[in-house]
């Protein structure tokens, strides 16, 4: 879960004037929330605070599991898919895609469902590079799912410069950026004859912002100002 407090300083601090209808959260399989500082509480603030700036008019719903076990997640989707209340569904989050390929067959199941009533998912590629399976499987290499799935916005990192004066300057990959080909699911239509996609399988990312830590977003975080990871 987050702190509301923490969003409203965001808000306030960025000027940003808030439309969209007031967060909504939806327990999922029991979950009730809870802030955890060293935990999935960051990335959800970190999430919640960039969306409600770069989409202010948007109504935001939190799902909220009691963990990231293969059944909390599954059911979220699932809940979000028979809900049907929103446009997008973010992940920030994911796994060796080697080492759960049970997670993302299903997850794929489940994005197929929702991508059919114009859901759209998207899901962050990792922060290890190529290596999203060092130590999980014995090859290292590897893409994360539920990214890999082709019915998932693959989205990767960047680092991003700008000038003092909030200009952009130059922009490129952040080496920390999850990414590579999927060995579970063939090369989408909509990757096909694309200029750089390489191989027979799903490629990923599809595209990339700005993650790298020390050129990140900033944030709140339990009433402090911190910077994105």
Known sequence: DLLDSDVASFLAYFNVKRTGSPLVRVAVDGGSG???????????????????????????????????????????????????????????????????SNFATLADYVAEQGTAEGITFSASTGDDGAYSCFGVTPNPLGVQTPASSPHFTAVGGTSLFISTSAAYEFEFAWNGSGGGFSTLFGIPSYQMRIPHVLGTTRNTPDIAFDANPATGSAFYFQGLDRKST
């Open 34 to 100: 809870g802030i955890n500082p060293n935990g999935d509480s960051v990335e959800t603030t970190l999430d919640v605070e960039t969306i409600a700036g770069l989409a202010p008019g948007a109504g935001l719903y939190l799902y909220l599991m009691p963990d990231l076990s293969v059944l909390s997640v599954v059911d979220a989707y699932s809940r979000a898919v028979a809900d049907d209340r929103i446009d997008v569904l973010n992940s920030s989050f994911g796994a060796c895609e080697g080492a759960q």
